[in-house]
């Protein structure tokens, strides 16, 4: 009888053990690219840190930085056609009211968790008090010259953002973002006035930087004083900003064209598919990508011990707070709105996170994304293709919640407190700053200046922040991704009812169309009738 228990129970044990070994294999088979990905982000910590006791040349870490440099020039190479091709394929099938609610639905969400995500840093900062004045006395001031010649103000900002919004030639959007830079010159006594525009269209006015005169001016001559002067010049980069009004704009009128512009929605709808094709390939090179960055970054920093003594509280504050937005205000919001678990929608997500966190730009990662919330998660193509190329330059959750937090420890190694009135200044500038700052060149040091500026905090201090900047600009990039991607989840949960309807619209239309077709040659028939042809 006993004998008899322990074969039935040998046999149930080995039964569980096959099943589970077959699912595992079956999931296995079902995730092999996420499972590639993530492999491929731990191997490049692990080979990263084992290298850096090998002290490699600059030429070893060049040649272990260039696989992942191809994948980031190989993912900003499908960006152009991917968003010109997305917002117009996918809007020109929505008609105008439609298209309107969506848009409010998406800036409703990206105000919340933005607000939430600075009151979330304000809040981890004050609490945790990382800043400490002992840390200045370690700083670099190498790049102070730096810093100065990225000085701005907010009216530049403001104004630099909404002239980005309307370029003046689209062929040069596709490849020159516009902006405000100030460079520290000599002036004599006499005051400046404003210069005229240069031959290369880049428009310059001057100003005073110091107004500081000596006391014995008998003469009346003033000595030479600096001023900043004001350009306005064109730099490297996709004018995304730009390019998505004109193809929104593109797509609503197209879609209210009807059959005149048949063609040219069936030929955006096959662009973006072969797009879509090849980003699939590319994925499939991502892991190999991934890892090299990885490693080649760790292997070419700088003393970790150092700078984690230094800014070891920093990091510390930063990471908290952008770990509580994450888990705390976006899949709160996701689950709110939706009524389904956020952890099963962030597996769907986890290859354009992990993506985000090797190539460190939330633009590179959008064909990556759009896979995933079409493929992993079902939503819709036209929801996804509207909002994430938005996503990618309207949402600064991370970028905000990491401005604030490094504007309130500057002032803490200072020694300064701020006020309730400077805090909300902070707040205020860092989301206005980092709006539309994904293709700025240095976007996390320009936005620093600006939020310091704004609230008259010391510059001098920028430098060790950057120190660590390469890490925490990875970390806030990967959490900025995840919030567009919720954000497409919630924009397609709202807007079920209104795309069914217009897809039944769409259906209607196409049966008419087909019974015009078919009753052709009936009327063919009634103009020219047969039985009246005699046959002799």
Request: proline share 4%.
């Amino acid at each position: 009888m006993k004998n008899k228990l322990n074969d039935e129970f040998e046999t149930k044990v080995r039964r569980r053990f096959f099943c589970s070994k077959k699912s595992f294999v079956h999931w296995l088979n079902g995730n092999r690219l996420l499972v590639l990905t993530f492999a491929g982000v731990l191997s490049g910590a692990v080979v990263g840190f084992s290298a850096r006791t090998l002290r490699p040349s600059e030429d070893a870490v060049m040649l272990i930085l260039f696989p992942g440099e191809l994948l980031v020039r190989t993912l900003k190479l499908i960006i152009l056609p991917l968003i010109v091709s997305s917002l117009i394929s996918g809007l020109s099938q929505l008609d105008a009211a439609v298209c309107g609610r969506m848009g409010v639905r998406v800036l409703c969400y990206y105000l919340l968790t933005t607000t939430a995500a600075i009151i979330i840093g304000i809040t981890c900062v004050l609490v945790i008090h990382p800043g400490n004045p002992n840390t200045r006395s370690q700083r670099n001031d190498d790049d102070d010259d730096d810093v100065l010649s990225m000085m701005t103000t907010t009216l530049d900002a403001f104004l630099t953002l909404i002239r980005n919004l309307f370029p003046e030639n689209l062929i040069q959007a596709c490849f020159q973002i516009q902006q405000t830079v100030y460079e520290v010159k000599r002036s004599s006594g006499h005051s400046p006035s404003p210069s005229a525009a240069s031959p290369n269209n880049n428009s310059s006015v001057t100003f005073d930087l110091s107004f500081s005169q000596t006391d014995n001016e008998t003469d009346g001559s003033r000595q030479p004083r600096e001023v900043f002067v004001r350009n306005l010049v064109y730099s490297d980069g996709i004018n995304i900003m730009g390019l998505i009004v004109f193809c929104i704009v593109f797509g609503i009128v197209m879609g209210k064209m009807g059959e005149k512009v048949k063609v040219m929605k069936e030929f955006f709808t096959v662009l973006n598919d072969v797009i879509m094709r090849i980003v699939e390939l590319v994925m499939w090179y991502s892991p190999l990508g991934i890892m090299c960055l990885i490693a080649g970054r760790i292997i070419s920093l700088p003393d970790l011990a150092e700078t984690a003594e230094q800014l070891g509280l920093y990091i510390a504050t930063v990471l908290t707070g952008l770990a509580i937005h994450l888990f705390g205000t976006i899949f709160l919001v996701y689950f709110a709105v939706t009524r389904k678990n956020p952890f099963a929608y962030f597996k769907g997500i986890l290859e354009a996170w992990m993506t985000a966190i090797g190539t460190d730009s939330s633009t590179a990662t959008i064909p990556v994304a759009m896979h995933c919330v079409e493929e992993n998660l079902g939503v819709d193509r036209r929801v996804s293709r509207f909002v994430l190329p938005i996503g990618a330059t309207v949402n600064v959750d991370g970028n905000a919640l990491y401005e604030a937090i490094a504007a309130i420890f500057v002032a803490q190694m200072h020694g300064i407190s701020l006020s309730v009135g400077k805090i909300v200044a902070v707040s205020l500038t860092a989301t206005f700053a980092s709006v539309g700052s994904g293709s700025v060149p240095s976007a996390g040091l320009f936005t620093m200046i600006l939020v310091l500026t704004a609230v008259g905090l010391p510059l001098q201090d920028i430098s060790l922040l950057v120190s660590v900047d390469w890490l925490m600009d990875r970390i806030r990039t990967s959490v900025t991704v995840a919030g567009d991607c919720f954000g497409a989840g919630i924009v397609h949960h709202l807007s079920q009812k209104e795309l069914k309807a217009k897809d039944e619209d769409r259906e209607e239309e196409e049966e008419e169309e087909e019974e015009e077709k078919l009753n052709e040659p009936n009327a063919i028939e009634d103009e020219f009738p047969l039985n009246h042809i005699s046959v002799e």
